[in-house]
């Protein structure tokens, strides 16, 4: 592997959301990503979606399954019975050569196994352990069920979007499990790993996805304060509520995003829309914002959102096509930075970000279940006697 992180080692437990994301960006930067496949554990539903997918392109099989599964490329795959004692000390080995743990269990579940991570305190001091849960390894909820639209309900965050007399509405999975989860924990892993570098000792990252999004949440904590923000909902200037930061349907049924905050870029904007040039004045007072965004609404209506983008093209306007998962990897900017790839047919995101002296680059495509647990178990010491009574008792898999 190629990258700024091809010195470090990481075991990643199997589960669904923000760490197999985690695990991703990590080998994705070049660290050897070892994940733990469950025996015993019934498939996940992300895995069930991708076979569905599998079976309507008329491919049938666990390869064809896992192709589907981004979040595991690059990454490596062994196959164990957790129930066992064998698999256990398969496991703890695996841990032990690692530099970091990656876990997304209910708390309590890694004690359980007797994987805690004080077990490591004497066999891998310096091991850093990722936990990484909704509501964090303690409090009230610690132990409860969730997901990304509950953990980013209890932050403010979620009452603060969409549109007034409607319900929140649900932004996919990408606040919470990715941006206030993985992105958190990545934070804190490196952060222990720089850390690490001075006192030569691991801990433990408690990484929680509510904690997360409140910590994204400055700015508006700041704006809150300063009685510059309404709690209410599409009566802000990034909610929705201006005429300048929205977006607008077109003639053909698309959308373009306008965000021209600034007044310079609002003049442009203007300019280039054929909108009267008084609006610079009104857009000072909220009170006329209803009032110009229906203007804007009829006035988007005459073209079709690519004549639009044509008229904005290569100004500061700040207008942009609102392009769907399709049309996404083949918008200009897109392709100049090579931002996407595409892999088996799929396209997915390139490495980023980008590095100057030890760039990254994506070789293995997702890891099928089991596919590497010879070889990893080689790499971690067992001997060929032991790996081959493993197989045969049904406490790992090659796959």
Known sequence: MSGPLSHL???EFAAIGPVPLAGQLLADLGAEVVIIDRLSEAPNPARQTAAQVADDAGEHGETATEKYEINRRGKLSVAIDLKSPQGLQVSRQLINRADVLLEG????VMERLGLSADSFDDSNPGLIYGRMTGWGQSGPRA??????????AITGALHAMGSQGAPPPVPLNLIADYGGGALFLLLGVLSALAEKTQSGKGQVVDAAMSE???AMMGLFHGLLASADWSNNRQQNMLDGAAPFYRCYETSDGKFLSV???ETGFFD????LAGLPQLDRELRRDSANWPEMCARYEQHFKSRTRDEWTQVFAGSDAC????LDFAEAPYHPQSVARQSWLHHDGIAQSAPAPRFSRTPPSVTKPPARQGADTIEVLVK???NAQEIATLCESGVIRQG
């Open 9 to 11: 080692r990481v075991v």
């Open 105 to 108: 269990f209910r708390p309590g």
């Open 143 to 152: 132990s409860t069920a969730g997901h990304d639209i509950n953990y980013l």
């Open 212 to 214: 997360g999004v409140v």
């Open 259 to 261: 965000g021209a905050l």
């Open 268 to 271: 442009e904007f203007l300019s």
């Open 319 to 322: 207008v942009e096509p609102v």
């Open 380 to 382: 971690a010491g067992v």
